[in-house]
């Protein structure tokens, strides 16, 4: 209170000499002149330490530092980070006309962030390298499947090596006994990143986080995965379809 006393008589002070410097300036001469103009400035400096001074509120306003200050985000408070322990996704693909094939990719890290009880926000990394082939006995044509899938026509694993699905929000889910909650993310593949809802079953305890989703569709043409697309004009018996069926479970431990 004291401070904003000082600082209105010091500005009415301020006032009064800078009005009767200016009705001399009138009459005198130059160097007059600059003794006003240091004082104009003088008396700005002191207007602008007054007006910066956090408990000074400027008059005819009503928002105070401690007002600003509420609008800035906020730390989520008591959040609970959940390491991803381990993970399969599992995936099928299919021929027009012919053979389905599935298999495995293992989910090789992440985290998830536990607010409240309830499942935040999230990363999830899949390793490429590890994509499998369960769906053929033979050996050999299991390994050259596998190969051709982490070749150029396909994931391209060498140049990237992971794919990675990314989350900011997980809406609830009462309608389906499937799962109890709806994910909306991003899945970025081959460098190439678009929007995916990911229905999941998530169950979260004092020390750890399980979640399986039922299956979902993709598109792989949208990550650049044409090999054989219709979308190229392949003819029907060679045709592999661009919808692929994914689903997951992992498990994830308290930090």
């Not at 900011?168 to 889910?173: A, D, I, R």
């Not at 190229?232 to 994830?252: C, H, P, Q, R, Y």
């Amino acid at each position: 209170m004291l401070k904003v006393e000082k600082a209105l008589v010091i500005s009415e002070l301020l006032v009064l000499l800078v009005q009767n410097h200016f009705v001399l300036t009138i009459f005198q001469n130059q160097t007059t002149m600059l003794r006003f103009q240091s004082l104009f400035f003088f008396f700005v400096i002191i207007l602008a330490a007054c007006k910066n001074d956090p408990s000074i509120q400027i008059a005819g306003s009503e928002t105070s530092r401690a007002d600003v200050m509420q609008d800035e985000p906020v730390d989520e408070q008591g959040a609970v980070t959940y390491a991803v322990s381990g993970g399969t996704v599992l995936w099928s693909g299919k021929k027009t006309v012919g053979t389905t094939h599935e298999g495995t990719i293992a989910v090789s890290s992440g985290a998830l962030l536990v607010l409240n009880g309830s499942l935040a926000s999230g990363h999830i990394v899949l390793d490429m390298h590890s994509l499998s082939v369960t769906s053929i006995k033979d050996g050999g044509e299991k390994r050259d499947l596998e190969s051709h899938l982490k070749d150029v026509d396909f994931f391209e694993v060498d140049q990237f090596p992971n794919a990675e699905f990314r989350f900011t929000e997980v809406l609830p889910n009462s309608n389906t006994p499937d799962f109890n909650q709806v994910v909306p993310g991003t899945l970025t593949i081959k460098g190439e990143t678009h929007p995916v809802n990911i229905p999941i079953d998530l169950h979260i305890s004092k020390d750890g986080l399980t979640a399986r989703s039922p299956t979902f569709p993709i598109n792989r043409t949208k990550w650049g995965i044409t090999f054989r697309s219709g979308l190229l004009g392949t003819v029907k018996d060679k045709l592999i379809e661009d919808t692929v069926l994914l689903s997951f479970k992992l498990t994830a431990k308290r930090q």
